[in-house]
């Protein structure tokens, strides 16, 4: 079994380049399946979810080709049935991306119901409203989702609640529709920019992206294009909170500083120094943290992917902090690990209160989920002693390389190969 060791304690000093963004890509990547033309995607992350996604479309009948470290060709002519099968699609949620792309471009999909982070209910009624009222039906068959329109026409659709996902299938399955689509009560996070400045790149009329109101306009096609993809907003806020944890002064290169500001805006009050510059942040941290209450919230609100990795750092600063989780239900199962650790945390409901103590014991823990995992680096990067991290394909989904780019900049962290004590020897 793989794991991630620490010895905490180390300060960070130094420059780390942060990838592409990864709710973009699993976004972008079966976007390209509405094309009628070849996609180059740049900034591509090497993780996990986007090597799944790029074998989905491969196995669709997509030729998709890795031109260098971080871009990939896609040429989607090949995809003759729009069906995604089980194994592949079970591993990630934004798999669900699949059934707006497929049935913007076929009318027709069929696609395993999604997997991905475990954070209790996971519901994607309003995509499937949204396919609704642009004209489809749907129907469940052992455990896939068939869906299935004669044609597809604008219309309104209002979300009930401000979904991310639902947003992105609404869009994929409007951009060719017939006439004018207005989506309201959209989310209004980065990658959803990201996601309608790249159809518009093949030709799609997409309006209004980043506000609550997003217009389309149907398009008849959709050609290839070359786009590059925006950085990791939650990958940066990542480093930004290990820096403010563990201490140091790192440079963060390659980021939208915009971007990052509901992240900056809670680390300076924390007492962090934070200097932002055109594609880059300076975090300098240099004292123990002060206290604050967190909430999270949809874009532009403190992003609900930040909340354990904030918690984590938060145990050790001076006084009591409350961390409220207003997205996701059971966003909280990482806090047993860090308890593990030392920290003085309890949960009541969808709330956090986190009494600082003044360090973190290294002990043994797990990656519940991505976000979870990266929170368990951070406090091992800043406690006393040594931590190790079982089931880190979690942090594999979603981090580009992430051991080596926290060693680059002074961490003491490796990768381990651990046999499980509980296998058979035999
Ligand atoms: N919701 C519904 N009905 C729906 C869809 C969502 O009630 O049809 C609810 C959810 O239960 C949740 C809230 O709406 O309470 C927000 O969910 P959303 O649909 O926005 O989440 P998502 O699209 O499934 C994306 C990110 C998550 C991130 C959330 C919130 C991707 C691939 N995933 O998920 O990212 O937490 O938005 O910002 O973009 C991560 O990267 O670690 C991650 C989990």
Known sequence: ????????????????????????????????????????????????????????????????????????????????????????????????????ALLGKFHHAQVALPGGCDFGVRPIDQHLKSFSILGASHTIEEGMIKINADKLVGKRIYLDVVSVGATVNAMLASVKAEGKTTIENAAKEPHIVDLANFLNSMGADVRGAGTDVIKINGVKTLRGSTYSIIPDQIEAGTFMAAVAGAGGDVTLQNVIPKHLEPITAKLREMGVTIEEYDDSVRVISNQRLKRCNVKTRPHPGFPTDMQPQIAAILAIADGTSMVNESVWDNRFKYVDELRRMGADISVSDKTAVVVGIDCLKGAPVKATDLRAGAAMIIAGLEADGTTTIEDIKHIERGYEDVVNKFASIGADIRKIYDRDPAAKTS
Do not use: F, W
Request: one cysteine or more; charged letters at 25%; a positive charge.
């Open 1 to 100: 079994m793989e794991k991630i060791m620490i010895n905490g304690g180390k300060r960070l000093k130094g420059i780390v380049r942060i990838s592409g963004a990864k709710n973009a890509a699993v976004a972008i990547i079966p976007a390209v399946i509405l094309s009628d033309g070849v996609c180059r995607i740049e900034n591509v992350p090497n993780i996990q979810d986007v090597i799944i996604m790029a074998e989905i479309l491969r196995e669709m009948g997509a030729r998709v080709t890795r031109i260098n470290r971080t871009a990939i060709e896609i040429d989607p002519k090949g995809i003759k049935e729009p069906v995604a099968a089980y194994e592949l699609v079970r591993h990630m949620r934004a798999s669900s991306y699949l059934m707006g």
